[in-house]
């Protein structure tokens, strides 16, 4: 799939949720979504995935947490990505 097309299909996600929830709702509702959407769109996810940082050779609990994350990556992905994945010690295949 291209970058614009992957693009294309995440936002058309986005805009199908946007207008049907109540903007007081918690986070968790807009993500469960979102996650829903992307899902019936044919679109592997994960959500709420810890990446942590190495230091001094080791993985501390020190971290974030990716909301979600949409794994169709490709050439153009690999250099957009390179800190978030350096993180936890993912590799690019």
Known sequence: MELNDLIYKIRS?????YP?????????????A???ELCK??????????LSANYDDRKPEL?????????VLQEVHK?????????????LE
């Open 41 to 50: 769109s044919d679109l592997t996810i994960q959500i709420q995935v810890f």
């Open 13 to 17: 996600c986005i805009f199908k949720e």
């Open 63 to 71: 971290g974030f947490r990716s909301d979600i994350l949409v794994e």
């Open 79 to 91: 250099k957009q990505l390179p800190v978030y994945l350096k993180l936890p010690g993912k590799k």
């Open 34 to 36: 979102l996650a829903y």
């Open 20 to 32: 049907t929830l109540d903007p007081e709702l918690l986070e968790s509702v807009y993500e469960a």
